[in-house]
């Protein structure tokens, strides 16, 4: 059966939707509302975030740069299977390098992955930070921590830029319009 069969099924076009961004900066609250609007209109759709992955599938996986870009690997490799089984997969990864983006994004058919860098503001992200990780990475104890002391590399074309500053109804809504759904 192909992906375009699996579609017809279910009603709907699949995709990988990639949330990126800083720590803090919203993108599981956001891809959690969008699965909820979605599965509201009938699509089948799932999240992958740090709570469900890197406690599996990743446990194995430490946050060297090695490590991030395999764990990124991974999920790539498992939206693509979700996508060609018809589904919308929304992702939610800091994912701070771009290289590693641009290979999840090769591994789907054209139009199948939409980049949605979520660009909050990082005094937004920090004073959302329940866990003190931004103070700790400031203080030296988090010696990786993507913004502060590890790179985060910007999306430079990304399919959609929300600011989860905004009310969250108006952000699900921009990435809604850009599915069309």
């Known amino acids: 059966m192909s992906g375009e069969q699996r579609e017809a099924v279910l009603g709907h076009s699949s995709a990988t939707v990639w949330f990126t961004g800083l720590s803090g900066s919203g993108k599981s609250t ?4 969008i699965e909820e609007a979605l599965v509201e209109r009938g699509a089948a759709a799932y999240v ?7 406690f599996g599938l990743n446990r194995d996986l430490g946050f ?4 991030r870009t395999e764990n990124i690997r ?11 089984a018809g589904m919308i997969v929304l992702t939610a ?10 290979q999840v994004r090769a591994l789907h058919p054209e139009g199948r992955f939409v980049e949605v860098f979520v660009d909050t503001p990082l005094e937004v992200c920090e004073s959302r930070d329940v866990k003190g990780l931004y103070r700790k990475a ?4 988090i010696p990786e921590f ?8 910007v999306p430079t074309d990304p399919e959609v830029r ?13 990435v809604l319009a850009y599915l069309a759904l």
Do not use: H, M, W
């Open 30 to 33: 956001l891809a959690f509302a």
């Open 48 to 54: 992958l975030d740090g709570d469900n992955v890197r």
């Open 64 to 67: 060297s740069p090695e490590d």
């Open 74 to 84: 991974r999920i790539g490799e498992v939206c693509r299977l979700f996508q060609d």
């Open 93 to 102: 990864f800091i994912s701070p390098y771009r290289a590693d983006r641009d």
């Open 138 to 141: 400031r203080a030296g104890e």
């Open 146 to 153: 993507s913004g502060v002391s590890a790179p985060y590399e």
């Open 162 to 174: 929300v600011d989860t500053s905004k009310p969250l109804d108006e952000c699900v809504a921009e």
